[in-house]
């Protein structure tokens, strides 16, 4: 007689994720308290974060007792795709779609906020396993079988490109690619891909005024501090400020109206600011391990698809915060993305445990073993 023994969901995952939302949150505090002059209340910032971390908590619990293969029914796939689709068409409707700074990226859902790319990011991700796991031999032909595939990604990076949002839409297509190479992509058709992605990237930043100033404004901000270089030199300044140990908690400057967005897409300016090198290197530290247990639940998966949702959920997570962090220090050209499990959004935060509930029902089959009495 043989019975069936189940592990729980992998630990390191939880841990991982439970100390980067904590450091998010006390980070969050540090950037939004001073504003308490206008809401009345220091933990307004941080309250709105802790609703999207609930909701994102129970998502987590949820998934991670759902087996993933429920995500491969074609049904299940077509569902997410085509409320993707919606979900991204609806937001760049004018009169719909809720515009900030002449960006259309948000929709008001029953007076909550939601932003459809952070959906279509994994909703991608479900799609490109599946696929990739029903069409194994598809991945040796370029154009027979590579090429259908990216048709979807590829649909969801011209409707967030609409919003406008290259970031968000930049980072489908390379996890859609890491993905591929994943399933065994050769490289030759890697590197063409590779490349083909950077000349559409650099065309289209190249094809506004704003976006070429900003892509050649990186090189040196200084030089542009009146203009597109504004931002990118204040996060400098911030992480230049904290030194080894950083100022303190709360004791950074750049937070008071030196540096723009210090609660989103510029927060790990404010982990430099307030807690050094050291800091930062910590939070560093924190993803690259939580990649790491990401990759080793996906390669311990028993089963194609598993291992691919797995490695996809992950790359989607270590792309994002390397983006965002390459952004805030300067070897990235200035772009909006969030940095996960820190960022201010109840929809990012949300969406990211949901997708690391996934990775933990793979994890707790990954774990189940046969046993012999």
């Not at 993707?84 to 719909?96: E, K």
């Not at 590829?154 to 190479?181: D, H, K, Y």
């Not at 891909?193 to 976006?211: E, T």
């Not at 965002?324 to 993305?337: K, S």
Request: charged residues 15%.
């Amino acid at each position: 007689m043989e019975k069936r023994v189940r592990r729980t969901c992998d630990k390191t995952v939880v841990v991982l994720m439970v100390l980067l939302l904590c450091m998010g949150l006390i980070t969050l505090f540090s950037a939004t308290y001073y504003q308490k002059a206008a809401t009345g209340d220091a933990l307004a910032a941080v309250k709105k974060q802790l609703i999207g971390v609930a909701l994102g908590a129970a998502a987590c619990v949820i998934l991670s007792r759902v087996p993933y293969r429920f995500f491969r029914n074609p049904r299940v796939m077509l569902l997410l795709l085509a409320a993707s689709a919606l979900l991204l068409v609806l937001v760049i409707i004018p009169g719909i779609g809720v515009s900030v700074n002449g960006s259309r990226r948000w929709l008001n859902l029953m007076g909550m906020s939601m932003q459809p790319s952070e959906f279509a990011k994994y909703a991608m991700v479900i799609f490109m396993a599946g696929a990739l796991d029903r069409r194994s031999e598809a991945i040796y032909s370029l154009f027979g079988g590579v090429a259908p595939l990216l048709l979807v990604p590829g649909a969801m990076f011209l409707l967030i490109l609409e919003q406008p949002n290259l970031s968000t839409g930049g980072s489908i297509l390379i996890c859609a690619l890491v993905m591929l190479f994943c399933a065994g992509l050769r490289k030759r058709h890697l590197a063409l891909l590779s490349v083909s992605g950077m000349c559409l990237g650099a065309f289209y930043a190249w094809s506004a005024p704003y976006r070429r100033e900003r892509l050649l404004s990186f090189r040196d901000p200084f030089a542009k501090m009146s203009d597109e270089g504004y931002q990118l030199s204040q996060s400098l300044i911030a992480l230049g400020s904290g030194g080894l140990f950083g100022m303190g908690l709360g004791q950074g400057r750049q937070k008071f109206a030196y540096l723009p967005y210090p609660e989103s897409d510029f927060i790990f300016a404010i982990v430099g600011e307030d807690f050094g090198l050291v800091g930062c290197l910590a939070v560093i530290a924190l993803f690259v391990a939580f990649v790491f247990a990401g990759l080793r639940v996906s390669l311990a998966c028993p089963d194609r698809y598993g291992c691919l949702l797995g490695a996809g959920i992950t790359s989607m997570i270590g792309l994002q915060a390397f983006i965002n962090m390459g952004v805030v220090t300067g070897i990235l050209p200035t772009t909006g993305l969030p940095l996960p499990f820190f960022s201010a959004g109840g929809t990012s935060v949300s969406m990211i445990m949901a997708a690391v509930g996934i990775l933990l029902n793979i994890s707790r089959t990954s774990g189940r073993a046969l046993a012999s009495p």
